[in-house]
C-alpha cells in the first residue's frame, strides 16, 4: 500500500492512499495506519536532506497484520520528530513541486521494485 499527496504517485497506483495537505500530513496519516496494524516498509524521509523541503511524500507500508509493529512505531514517530526539528520555521519549497514530485515517484517506485525482488529471493 501506498501512502502519498504526490499527484504523479496518486495517477499511477489507483490503489494509493490520497492524503490531502504536506508531507507532515502524509507522516501522521501513516502513523495512524501503523496505529492500526500496518508495517512500514519504505522509510518515512529520503535521504538528502533536500526532499526534506518537498511538499509532496510518498511512504510504502504493508497490509494490515495481526498486531502492531513496534519497530514500525518507532520509525515513523522519530520520522516525524527529525522532520519537525529540521523544519523548524522554514518554508516548504513551492516552486519546485514538478522536480519533487518526479523524484519522489522516482523513490516509491524503486521501494515496490525492491520489495517485489526481496519477496522472490525469500
Known amino acids: 500500500m501506498v501512502i502519498s499527496n504526490n499527484q504523479k504517485v496518486l ?3 489507483e490503489n494509493a492512499i490520497k492524503v490531502d495537505g504536506e508531507f ?3 507522516l501522521n ?3 495512524e495506519f501503523i496505529e492500526n496494524g500496518h508495517k512500514i516498509i519504505s522509510y518515512p524521509l529520503a535521504a538528502s536532506i ?14 494490515k ?5 513496534e519497530l514500525s512505531i518507532e520509525i515513523i514517530e522519530k520520522g516525524i520528530e527529525k522532520y519537525r526539528i529540521t523544519m523548524g520555521q522554514r518554508e516548504v519549497d513551492r516552486k519546485n513541486i514538478k522536480d519533487y514530485q518526479l523524484v519522489d ?3 516509491i517506485v524503486s521501494a515496490i ?3 517485489a525482488f526481496i519477496k522472490n529471493i525469500i
Not at 50 to 63: G, N
Not at 65 to 69: A, N, P, W, Y
Open 11 to 13: 495517477e499511477k497506483f
Open 50 to 63: 533536500r526532499m526534506i523541503y518537498s511538499p509532496v511524500r510518498s511512504i510504502l507500508i504493508s497490509p
Open 24 to 26: 507532515i500530513d502524509v
Open 29 to 31: 496519516t501513516t502513523r
Open 65 to 69: 497484520l495481526e498486531s502492531i509493529d
Open 105 to 107: 515517484y522516482d523513490l
Open 113 to 115: 521494485q525492491e520489495k
